[in-house]
């Protein structure tokens, strides 16, 4: 196997897509083979105008009912995408988002889940049971986010991708949303296992 280096700069909204990167990028190291790192920090899309960089880019948001940011955030990273793509060597700016929110993420290694919600607390209670945690926890913080990824394997994250797939596929075309060439749909929806699914094919898993 040839030696494989890549290095992703990666600005996530919240400590759960941070500490989930960091879980992914160890269930990818295959040393001294490969190498996958996510180099993370807080906050929303305009933050790529100051740390864009040689690496290719992703933003990871939620929509939190949040309708404007989230447009907001999905418009910024279109246009340094295309920014970047007219440029010699440019590199590749990719909007990872989760509707409602990264909670049905968690879920979706472990089972489907294809109903709509109307609270962004909707999905707590399901984590809870899925990852056995107390009933009181939580699973925003970093003591459960690692005993629930202490729980997910790399076979379950292409399960995730998988389920994320069925969600879309299932969605009908009337109802798509449009924001420039970026389509999006009521909740369920992610781009965030579009992503996901470059990062692994480029590695060689899947």
Not at 44 to 65: M, P, Q
Not at 84 to 108: P, R
Not at 152 to 169: M, N, Q
């Amino acid at each position: 196997m040839a030696l494989y280096r890549k290095t992703y700069l990666c600005v996530c909204e919240g400590q759960q897509e941070q500490l989930y990167l960091k879980h992914l990028s160890s269930l990818l190291k295959q040393m001294p083979q490969r190498v996958v790192t996510f180099n993370t920090s807080e906050g929303n899309a305009r933050k790529l105008y100051k740390s864009y960089t040689e690496y290719d880019n992703a933003c990871l948001f939620d929509f939190d009912f949040e309708e404007s940011q989230f447009k907001d955030n999905i418009e910024i990273c279109n246009s340094l995408h295309k920014k970047s793509h007219n440029t010699k060597n440019g590199k590749k700016v990719y909007h990872a988002f989760s509707n409602v929110n990264f909670d049905l993420w968690l879920i979706l290694h472990k089972e489907d889940f294809s109903r709509p919600v109307s609270s962004n607390n909707a999905y707590v209670s399901t984590v809870r049971q899925i990852y056995n945690l107390p009933l009181t926890t939580d699973i925003k913080t970093k003591t459960a986010m690692e005993k629930i990824l202490s729980q997910i394997s790399l076979h379950e994250v292409k399960s995730a991708i998988e389920r994320a797939d069925k969600i879309r596929s299932g969605k009908l075309k009337t109802d798509c949303h449009l924001i420039g060439s970026t389509e999006y749909y009521d909740n369920p929806d992610f781009s965030l296992h579009e992503f996901l699914k470059i990062v692994l094919k480029d590695c060689g898993e899947i």
